[in-house]
């Protein structure tokens, strides 16, 4: 979609296209026979628009609670923070009276951020007028001064803080080192003094090597136990060192300097399965004291204890038997504990899942987990309660 189609759907014209594409709750495999239909009513042009929105509209329906009102491109979506991490994320800011949305795309941070004045800038013109239009689905259209222009170059006068999500797909390729985001985060952050209030958006993937070069926070954020974005905060706005965030209940665990391990130990009672943002951000340790655990080897990041403790930070498995993994005898365990339907798990091995079940042919009632890991160096098979034990 360019931005005259896009202008084009918020006629009425275009608006009875879209509300006729949503009714057919179209999908990417059907695209074309909807297509074909509704082009006998209306302009073919306004018709791609329409039908694009509309699945747009379904996929960001997990991101945003009003994104049936929404407008999106397809990797503007695929890139934009989701609600509940924006509004995560704007806490911080609640203190500042005019804040800088840098490279803003379609507004999904200015959902939280626009609690304050904001000015939103960026290149894209089809993003910028998609934000104005998202705001408004979200009652916030009074609160937001759109600029057209580069974040290297977009005057800066009065702010009082600022945000930037850089584009981490420049030239059509995934990047993770920060001198590869357009803008590159050192040249933005060139262009505020020292100590000034700025956060930025990052790939979670960013390598530590390029984080231990420069004085910020690295929050790490998870959404339902799915690893979603890092966030840099620098100045006033930096709090520790690394922060890990789970969401939606906001918990989170930080420290200036990550643990020392405990020695690593056989298997106990129960195993606990740390959240993917206490991994990424280093802080296994961090929550093994906090939940009396030690890890099973030094290398995995499984921790296991004689006692289970409700946490949004970790899944927790009872443990029903542990055993050093062989193919052929963890498959007769799993026959003679009547064990048929069975989920696996590995961390820290390389074995064909897919293969294990067409070998061991499993048929009994029992459900049960089994978790391929290591421990103390070697290869292991724990075999564990089929549901984990509910988080807080």
Known sequence: MDLVAFHRLLTSEGQAALAAATALAPTEATFLSHHQRLSKQVPSDLVKAALETAILRRKAAGKFTQADRMYFTREALEQSSGELV????????TQFKCVADLCCGIGGDLIGLAQANVIAADTDSLRLAMAAENMKAYERPGRVT??????????????????CD?????????????REYAPPVDALRERFPPGFPL????APGVPWEDLRTIDAEAEFISVGGELKECCLWFGSLRTVSRRATVLPSGTTLAADRPANAEPAGLPLAYLYDPDPAIIRSGLVAD?????????????????????????????????????????????ERLRSMNVGPVTIMKRGSAVDVDELRRTWKLTGDTVATVIL????????????SNEPMQRD
């Not at 924006?86 to 800011?93: G, I, K, L, P, V």
């Not at 759109?146 to 945000?163: G, I, Q, R, W, Y």
């Open 373 to 384: 890991t290591r421990v103390l160096g070697k290869p292991f098979a724990l075999i564990a």
């Open 287 to 331: 929550l093994g004291r906090l939940l009396d655990a030690r890890p099973i080897d030094p290398e995995i990041a499984y921790l296991t204890s004689n006692t289970s403790v409700a946490t949004p930070f970790a899944r927790c498995f009872a443990i029903l038997e542990a055993m050093p993994f062989h193919a052929r005898q963890l498959g």
């Open 86 to 93: 924006s509004n995560h994320r704007a806490r911080r800011f």
């Open 199 to 202: 956060a930025t958006k990052v």
């Open 146 to 163: 759109f600029v057209e222009s580069d974040v290297l170059t977009v005057p800066l006068n009065e702010l009082d803080a600022a945000f």
């Open 166 to 178: 850089p584009d981490r797909r420049a030239d059509g390729r995934r990047h993770l080192r920060l």
